[in-house]
């Protein structure tokens, strides 16, 4: 069974969100959602959501939760480097 997170990003899909670095991300995705948890000071708690549920770590598969890890991690950068994104 073809899990639809792991589909190719078209930028022309209204759920996609174009980042500063140039690159683009699901909306609610876990890159996305690492960002917003890092943003608002939360804990990181892999998690996605998926038409409205939310998906834990457990569900996640090893990709998902390293896109998690990175959108907190890039979030923590810009704003260490004073970025506001």
Known sequence: MEN???KEIDPAESW???T????YFRKDGPYHRGQLDAFHGRP???????RGARIGPVSMSKEQRDQYHAGFND???DDREGARV
Do not use: E
């Open 4 to 6: 639809q997170n792991q």
């Open 16 to 18: 996609t969100v174009r």
């Open 20 to 23: 500063d670095k140039g690159g």
């Open 75 to 77: 979030r923590l950068m």
């Open 44 to 50: 990181r708690s892999p998690h996605h959501l998926m």
